[in-house]
Each structure stands twice: as structure tokens, then as C-alpha cells.
T-cell receptor
Framework: GQNIDQPTEMTATEGAIVQINCTYQ??????LFWYQQHAGEAPTFLSY??LDGLEEKGRFSSFLSRSKGYSYLLLKELQMKDSASYLC??????????WGAGTKLIIKP | DGGITQSPKYLFRKEGQNVTLSCEQN?????MYWYRQDPGQGLRLIYY???????QKGDIAEGYSVSREKKESFPLTVTSAQKNPTAFYLC?????????????FGPGTRLTVT
């Protein structure tokens, strides 16, 4: 079966750095998305990785290792508004988008 | 401003009634999607449409129906056959029919059936 694993919940301190991991076992791989979703709202796009390596975009970076079936989202200089769920999604060999359950990130002052 | 609208934000229905959730986009996107989100679970695809007058079943299509008569609109009907209809429903669109393209989401409709 196809599976995407993310931690259910993480807690971090304002101003710190946090890394949210995503591991996947899918039938093939054609790309990986990270989305941010505030409670009760729509997901918004953060990043898309299809090649190995690190993609940096402001305070957020996303890393991909296809050989390890692994990605992480790195958030720097955490702000209270970063409290949200972070969703990992993988495009499989049939070009279907498989979603993880999301990681709820709680930021404390 | 381009975007996706869903209405209403909250919807309440009695068991046994059909209900239609609206989704409209003015992004000129070809592809549109309906997802269901339950607590502690990932998004699950109900139906998707890559072009007008064509749509495909997703992973959990049973008890749902859709239409795509216009490029801008992709309404979802939750029928009385859906066993557990209470959920958060998200509509999305993308430029092309494949998931390699970023999906833009509407604000969602929270449906409660009692």
C-alpha cells in the first residue's frame, strides 16, 4: 500500500528552528509538496520538490532525498503565526496525489 | 482578485437529505478537485475533473456526485447514500490536469449532518 508518515504533533519555541519530517512509501515518485493549513482554513502551498536537495524560500526550506523516501520542512525564526498543520503530499507513478495526515505545529512564546 | 470560492462556510442538514456544495474559480484553471478532510487524516480525493463535461472518481466517490458543465464551476452533491457525511470539504483547482501543478484551495465548507 501507499503510505506517508509525519509526526502527529510538534511543539517549538518562538524564534527557534523546527524540522518536520515526512517519509513516504509510494508506487513511484513524481514530486512532493508541502502545504500549510491553519485550523479551519484551506491549505496553502509552501514548496514543491522533485529533485534531491534543499530548496530555500525565505524562512522556510524543504529537503528531498528520493533514495531514502524522505523529505523535511525546515522553519526558521519561528513566529506565532507559524502555528498550523503542515501537510506532506507525494505524486505517485500514476500521477495521483497521496496526502499525509499532517503535522500540527504548536509555537510557544 | 482571482481565487476559489466555496459556499457556505458552514452547512447543517438532516440525515436523509441531499445537499450540494458549491465551488467556483476564476483562475481559468482546467482541473478541479473535491477533497474530504476528517480529523487526524490526510485529504482524501472524492472526485476530480480535468476538463469541462468530464470527471473521474477519486478514492472515496461512493455517496457523492459531481457535474462540470462550466469551466468555472464544480459543484459536489452529498447524497443520502453517504454513510458519514459530516466532514470538512475542500475544493481545489490547478492549471493542468496533473497533480504536478500546484493546487489552489477554496476556504472549505464544514458540513454537519444530524
Amino acid at each position: 500500500g501507499q503510505n506517508i508518515d509525519q509526526p502527529t504533533e510538534m511543539t517549538a519555541t518562538e524564534g527557534a528552528i523546527v524540522q518536520i519530517n515526512c517519509t513516504y512509501q509510494t508506487s513511484g515518485f513524481n514530486g512532493l509538496f508541502w502545504y500549510q493549513q491553519h485550523a479551519g482554513e484551506a491549505p496553502t502551498f509552501l514548496s514543491y520538490n522533485v529533485l534531491d536537495g534543499l530548496e530555500e524560500k525565505g524562512r522556510f526550506s524543504s529537503f528531498l532525498s528520493r533514495s531514502k523516501g524522505y523529505s523535511y520542512l525546515l522553519l526558521k525564526e519561528l513566529q506565532m503565526k507559524d502555528s498550523a498543520s503542515y501537510l506532506c503530499a507525494v505524486i505517485d507513478s500514476n500521477y495521483q496525489l497521496i496526502w499525509g495526515a499532517g503535522t500540527k505545529l504548536i509555537i510557544k512564546p | 482578485d482571482g481565487g476559489i470560492t466555496q459556499s457556505p462556510k458552514y452547512l447543517f442538514r438532516k440525515e436523509g437529505q441531499n445537499v450540494t456544495l458549491s465551488c467556483e474559480q476564476n483562475l481559468n484553471h482546467d482541473a478541479m478537485y473535491w477533497y474530504r478532510q476528517d480529523p487526524g487524516q490526510g485529504l482524501r480525493l472524492i472526485y476530480y475533473s480535468q476538463i469541462v463535461n468530464d470527471f473521474q472518481k477519486g478514492d472515496i466517490a461512493e455517496g457523492y456526485s459531481v457535474s462540470r458543465e462550466k469551466k468555472e464551476s464544480f459543484p459536489l452533491t452529498v447524497t443520502s447514500a453517504q454513510k458519514n457525511p459530516t466532514a470538512f470539504y475542500l475544493c481545489a483547482s490547478s492549471e493542468e490536469g496533473g497533480p504536478s501543478y500546484e493546487q489552489y484551495f477554496g476556504p472549505g465548507t464544514r458540513l454537519t449532518v444530524t
